[in-house]
């Protein structure tokens, strides 16, 4: 074996046990999570902590998903998250699309701005949000929090956006102009086609956001549109958190998440290798 062979053979070995490091230490915490949920409420506490559970139950998801205020949290978060991703993309697209194909300073600057504000810490917006939805009679309304949510992932869509786009060539436009489409037809009938992909990875990232999303929650809701994040940390028993509980419903909570990323990965990986294609 030549050394070029034997140096390539060693990169292969070392990325892939790169990979399973990540692989264990991103999975780890949700494996002990799911395990946690099947524990008794003794082993849940047991001090040293046991990984697997001793004796296997699914009594924690039963007393979870009939706990007061857990249908209609996981109701009031799936509402709250398609409304605020369905905002984060009927905004994020033009907004990209104009900045990707006009290319001016203004437009420049914009997105630098749209960059910056993901910098600004959410509690420094929080109180100040909080009046604005009082004033305007959105609190403890979906539609309130997933406007607050879409203040969090409409930058980060834009940014995603406006990448897909500029992997689009120009002359798909000037094409469609030729063909006698205007600039918005040309965006809906030929460029966002090309970019289906890119706008599935942009909605995972927007959902996401929403779907996890505590602090907004937590001020602009209390009984009608609390979702479950805030539910999830008011499992209480007389001793304590329930650990049990709150696992079981945290395990139920990432279902959604999940299936929608299966759902969509086909169109995940189209938008994450369109830049590769260019031109």
């Given at each position: 074996m030549n050394p070029l062979e034997t140096r390539a053979r060693v990169s292969r070995v070392i990325l892939w046990a790169l990979l399973a490091f990540a692989i264990v230490l991103y999975g780890f915490p949700f494996a002990y999570l799911l395990l946690t949920s099947f524990?008794?409420?003794?082993?849940?506490?047991?001090?040293?902590?046991?990984?697997?559970?001793?004796?296997?139950?699914?009594?924690?998801?039963?007393?979870?998903l009939s706990h007061q205020g857990v249908p209609a949290a996981l109701v009031n978060s799936v509402i709250t998250a398609v409304i605020s991703t369905a905002l984060s993309l009927v905004l994020a697209v033009p907004a990209a699309y104009a900045?990707?194909?006009?290319?001016?300073?203004?437009?420049?600057?914009?997105?630098?701005?749209?960059?910056?504000?993901?910098?600004?810490?959410?509690?420094?917006?929080?109180?100040?949000?909080?009046?604005?939805?009082?004033?305007?009679?959105?609190?403890?309304?979906?539609?309130?929090?997933?406007?607050?949510?879409?203040?969090?992932?409409?930058?980060?869509?834009?940014?995603?956006?406006?990448?897909?786009?500029?992997?689009?060539?120009?002359?798909?436009?000037?094409?469609?102009k030729v063909d006698g489409?205007?600039?918005?037809?040309?965006?809906?009938?030929?460029?966002?086609?090309?970019?289906?992909?890119?706008?599935?990875?942009?909605?995972?990232?927007?959902?996401?956001?929403?779907?996890?999303?505590?602090?907004?929650?937590?001020?602009?809701?209390?009984v009608r549109a609390q979702t479950t994040p805030i539910v999830i940390a008011n499992f209480q028993t007389q001793f304590g958190l329930d650990w049990g509980g709150m696992t079981a419903l945290a395990a139920v909570y990432s279902i959604p998440v999940i299936l929608l990323t299966l759902i969509l990965q086909r169109h995940i990986v189209a938008g994450l290798t369109l830049g590769a294609v260019k031109g």
């Amino acid at each position: 074996m030549n050394p070029l062979e034997t140096r390539a053979r060693v990169s292969r070995v070392i990325l892939w046990a790169l990979l399973a490091f990540a692989i264990v230490l991103y999975g780890f915490p949700f494996a002990y999570l799911l395990l946690t949920s099947f524990k008794t409420p003794l082993d849940a506490i047991a001090v040293p902590p046991s990984v697997m559970p001793e004796v296997w139950t699914l009594d924690n998801y039963e007393s979870a998903l009939s706990h007061q205020g857990v249908p209609a949290a996981l109701v009031n978060s799936v509402i709250t998250a398609v409304i605020s991703t369905a905002l984060s993309l009927v905004l994020a697209v033009p907004a990209a699309y104009a900045i990707t194909r006009f290319r001016t300073p203004s437009g420049r600057v914009f997105i630098v701005a749209a960059l910056v504000t993901r910098m600004v810490p959410t509690i420094a917006i929080g109180a100040p949000l909080v009046e604005v939805m009082r004033n305007l009679g959105l609190t403890d309304t979906s539609f309130g929090l997933a406007l607050a949510h879409t203040t969090i992932s409409l930058p980060l869509s834009i940014w995603l956006m406006a990448s897909f786009f500029e992997a689009v060539p120009d002359e798909l436009d000037e094409a469609a102009k030729v063909d006698g489409c205007t600039r918005l037809q040309a965006l809906w009938r030929v460029v966002i086609p090309v970019v289906t992909g890119g706008m599935a990875v942009t909605a995972i990232f927007a959902f996401l956001a929403s779907w996890n999303e505590f602090l907004f929650a937590l001020l602009l809701t209390s009984v009608r549109a609390q979702t479950t994040p805030i539910v999830i940390a008011n499992f209480q028993t007389q001793f304590g958190l329930d650990w049990g509980g709150m696992t079981a419903l945290a395990a139920v909570y990432s279902i959604p998440v999940i299936l929608l990323t299966l759902i969509l990965q086909r169109h995940i990986v189209a938008g994450l290798t369109l830049g590769a294609v260019k031109g």
